[in-house]
Structure formats: C-alpha cells, structure tokens
C-alpha cells in the first residue's frame, strides 16, 4: 500500500480544533490497525514556537529528540501515544530559512526564486517527508491558520499541487468549519461554510469531507443543503458537536463514520473495526469518579488556558487512574507572598509550582513551595518549579538569605540553582537550553524510586539552568534528598524531602509523556497524595 495522505484546513474562525479532529481521526485509523502519524504546517515566520511567549501561542511542546514545537503535538502524541519528532512541525519560518540558505550557497544559481515553485516545492518536501521513512501508512497534515489568510496561501497552493500529482487514492483532504447558531432566528447558518468552502475551492483544492463544528445537531437536510453548496458528496457532511472531554471526540468522529469515508476514499481495504477499547476504559474511568480533589498550579501565565496545556491533560490522566476529579485552580504566583500564602493555598490538597522562564512571580512560587514544605501538604514541582524549591530549601532551611538562581540574581552569593560552564559560551537563542530526552538514574530507596518501580527512566527536558552540585552535600545533610541523576553528566533531575509526606520537585517535564492510556506515574501518585489529604481530613 502506498503511503495515504491526509489534510486537515480550516475555515469561519480558529481555535475549531483541528488538531482535535486531526488526532481523533489519526487514532480511529491507528485503532483500525494503520501506522499513523500528525504533522503540523504552522503559518508564522518564527523558526519554532521556542521563543514565543505562552501567552502568544501557549505552551511550547518539546519532542524526544528536543524540538520545541505546537502544542498541537502534544494532543497528537497522547492521542496516539506515538512519539512525534522535529518534522512533525514545520512553520513558514523554517520554509524561508532552508530556501534562503540555499540560495546563499547558490543552489538556484541563474533563477530567480519564487514563492512558487521554490517556497512551494520545500513545503512539499517536507509534507512528503514522513511517508518516505516507510514508518508510516498514513501521514496527517495539519495546516495551521485559517483559510483565506494571506500567510497560509503556500500551504494551500502547496496541496493544490500534491493533489494532482500524488495518486487519486493517495490524497485526501477535510475542511473543518464553524456552524454558528443565531439564537435571535434559532437557527443553525451555513453561510460562512459555504463562503469558506469557496474560499478553499478558489485556490484549487477541493474538500472531500467538510466537518461541522456545531453547538445543535445538524438535520439532515442541513447537510444535504451544505454539501450541495459545497460540492461535496451528500454524506461527506459531517458534524461535530461541543464534546464534555476531547477523548471522547473519536468515538463521535467514529459515529459520523469518519473513518470509513477516509479509508473508502484512500481505498484502503480490509481493515477491521477501530478498537477503542483501551481509550473507552479511561473514559469510562473519567466519566465516574468517586473524589474530587483541590490542586493548587501556581504559575505566572495562568490567564492563558492552554499555556499548561501538557500540566492540565496530566491531571486528567492521573485523576482518572485514580477514580477521581482534580480541580486544577490556576493561581497567579506574581499575587502571592508570605502574608496571605495560608490563606490562598490552605484548602488545596497539593501544591505544584509550574515550570517558567523570568523573574516575574518568582517570590510567590518560593512563598508556595515554603507553604507546603511547612505545612505538609503535597507537593511537586516542575522544572523551574524544582528549581523555586531548591532556592527555598537554601534561604528558610539552610539559612542561605541570599540564595538564588544565578537567571534571577546573576551575582548571588550562594547560587544554588547556575549555569553549567560550557552552556555559558552558547549565545544564540535557543542553543543554550537542555532541550529532549534525557536518561535518569534514580537511587534505591527514594520516592522516585519507587513512583516509577524501576531504576533508569527517560524523561524530557527544557531549561537552560541546574542544580549547582558544589553545594549537594550542603543539601543533603540537612534533608534534601537527591534522588534522580543524569547518568552522563551527574547532574541533579529529582529531589525530594523524605520527612515530608509527599514532596518530590523535578528538573525534567513529566507531564509531556502523560497519556491517558499510560498516564505518567509521578503525577498519579501525586494525586493519590493528595486524594489521601482529602480523605483522612474527613
Ligand atoms: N527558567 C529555568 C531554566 O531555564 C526553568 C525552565 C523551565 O521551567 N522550563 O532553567
């Protein structure tokens, strides 16, 4: 079978959750027994999201191999619980830089380089990419923006060329959209599909699916109406109404028949019915809890939803594992200080303190990280979460006042959390940074240890600074333990204080493995800390 390619737009308005519906189909046809994979085609002239603010686009999602990509990848990755690599996301950016670079070497030498066919043919390339490692049988391209802007025009002109010169059987393409209901007429409008529809059509590529985003059901006739308007096939209409959990869009995907008109189409044959099975169950799980707990996630992007994206998905993996809800309250670590620390953090059942980069709301996350080591109550803490914990642990425990990070106080006395000298020489953006996998050793007879209940795991990273190992001993005499470390270079990747009932901070990101067929181990047992607060305070 040749490798299919698939293509997901979208029209009306953003944020309709593409990257949703590209998963949800992505796991339909993995549970039908195909090897898939998602790839993201983001419109911004940005080399990769790594710089950009959360606050701009939401949390940066860092691959194995240490690419710094969409958040949307990370949704592909729990979906399919299939790792994702740097060519799985592609902006604008990296398209101009590969074709630039290559006309200072003079590869074009005599042309003059277009958007078309130059800009064009590396975007195909690297839509391409995938399908030729022989990995996969079905290659998901998810093309960022809206339809009709003027930055996703190559993207768009890049499938018009592919769906000609890739096989008929080969290509497929959906067009997701937004129904909005006009309450005033109680009325479901299909004309901003249609225009969009037109939109798409006008720069030559021709939806073969249209999925409706919609608040009401679509009646039959609506769909008839849309596809006659569209030219689409009556049928290939399909809906997609507000879901009470993303897991639960494949099997709303798989009773819209989604799957079975993208292999028909693909002409794929003989494939058995999807088994969702292993997804039903945590859903199942989900659906039904037997506890709620409190969760404090003290960060300083908090008013942005998704810039968490990977923390919040975590929860409900581990919450289900553990029959029960978390309430994740988002608390702005800028409001918070020693006076009223107690006050809003004394009803929470665990405490983490988030990763981050800057000095803003740094004394907020020390005054959350000294509220749950005094009072007991659980805690965890993330990357600069760990390092907030370390600097804590420093000025209240070993009486280091001036004990900082050398990313905020360059020129501390006591800089417990610092940078590794060759990483100092660095200086582009992004080269400095301990990005992707990492092997971890963790010591017998720690909570580590025991949480994961195996010695050597790999875990993902993405920060510039470390632990300073010149003061480890300082550290350990006085009770906090150093429990995980990097094999290679020893530096320190876990620490807890085993006097405390639950206190474990991490130098990696766990929660970008989470899934919720295998939901990541520290934040399960987190909530099981927490869960136990609950229940033996009633
Ligand atoms: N700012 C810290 C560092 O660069 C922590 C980064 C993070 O939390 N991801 O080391």
Redesign the pocket.
């Known amino acids: 079978m040749n490798t299919k390619y698939i293509f997901v737009t979208g029209g009306v308005a953003s944020s309709l959750g593409k990257g949703i519906i590209a998963a949800s189909l992505a796991k339909l046809l993995q549970a039908r027994g195909l090897r898939v994979t998602i790839q993201k085609f983001d419109p911004y002239l940005n080399i990769d999201p790594g710089t950009l603010n959360p606050y701009e686009h939401g949390e940066c999602y860092v691959t194995e191999d240490g690419a710094e990509t969409d958040l949307d990848l990370g949704h592909y990755e729990r979906f399919l619980g299939v790792y994702t690599s740097q060519a799985n996301n592609v902006t604008t950016g990296r398209i101009y830089n590969t074709v630039i670079t290559r006309e200072r070497e003079g590869a074009y030498l005599g042309k003059t380089v277009q958007i078309v066919p130059h800009i064009t043919d590396e975007i195909k390339r690297r839509m391409l990419l995938l399908g030729k490692t022989g990995d996969y049988n079905v290659i998901i391209t998810e093309v960022g923006g809206t339809v009709g802007d003027m930055e996703s025009q190559p993207f768009v002109e890049a499938m018009r060329q592919l769906q000609w010169e890739l096989p008929e059987e080969d290509f497929l393409s959906i067009h997701l959209t937004l129904i909005p209901y006009l309450k005033a007429a109680q009325e479901l409008k299909t004309k901003p599909t249609q225009h969009s529809v037109q939109e798409l059509q006008s720069q030559g590529v021709h939806p073969d699916i249209i999925v409706c985003r919609t608040e009401k059901e679509l009646t039959p006739e609506l769909r008839r109406k849309i596809a006659l308007f569209c030219n689409v096939k009556p049928g290939h209409v399909i809906q997609s109404m507000d879901a009470w959990s993303i897991y639960q869009v494949p099997f709303n995907m798989e009773a819209e028949h989604l799957d079975q008109m993208v292999v028909r189409k693909l002409d794929i044959p003989d494939l058995p019915e999807p088994d969702l099975s292993g997804l039903s169950a945590f859903l199942d799980r989900l659906k039904h809890p037997k506890h709620e707990v409190d969760i404090a996630l003290v960060g300083k992007y908090v008013e942005l939803q998704d810039a968490y994206k990977s923390i919040q998905e975590s929860f409900v993996h581990a919450g289900a594992a553990n029959e029960c809800k978390v309430h994740v309250h988002c608390i702005q670590s800028e409001h918070l200080n020693p006076s009223n620390v107690a006050q809003v953090l004394g009803h929470m059942h665990g405490i983490l303190v988030?990763?981050?980069?800057?000095s803003r709301g740094l004394e907020g996350k020390i005054a959350a990280v000294q509220f749950a080591r005094e009072s007991g109550v659980p805690f965890f803490g993330?990357?600069?979460?760990?390092?907030m914990a370390v600097v804590e642990f420093a000025r209240n425990v070993l009486g280091w006042a001036d004990a900082a990070?050398t990313?905020e106080t360059p020129d501390t006395g006591h800089p417990v959390?610092d940078?590794m000298e060759e990483q100092k020489k660095l200086t582009l953006m992004g080269h400095t940074?301990?990005l992707g996998a990492y092997p971890c050793h963790l010591l017998d007879g720690t909570l580590a240890r025991d949480i994961y209940g195996t010695s050597d795991i790999s875990e993902r990273?993405?920060?510039?600074?470390?632990f300073n190992n010149q003061y480890r001993e300082a550290f350990e005499a006085a009770g906090l333990k150093v429990s995980g470390i990097n094999p290679d270079h020893n530096l320190v990747e876990v620490v807890e204080i085993p006097s405390h009932p639950f206190f474990i901070a991490t130098?990696f990101?766990p929660e970008l493995k989470s899934t919720p067929e295998r939901p990541q181990p520290i934040f399960v047992r987190f909530v099981k800390a927490a869960l136990d607060v609950l229940l033996s305070s009633k």
């Open positions: 988030a990763p981050g980069f800057g993330i990357c600069l979460g760990m390092q990070s990313e959390i940078m940074m301990r990273h993405r920060h510039r600074y470390e130098q990101h």
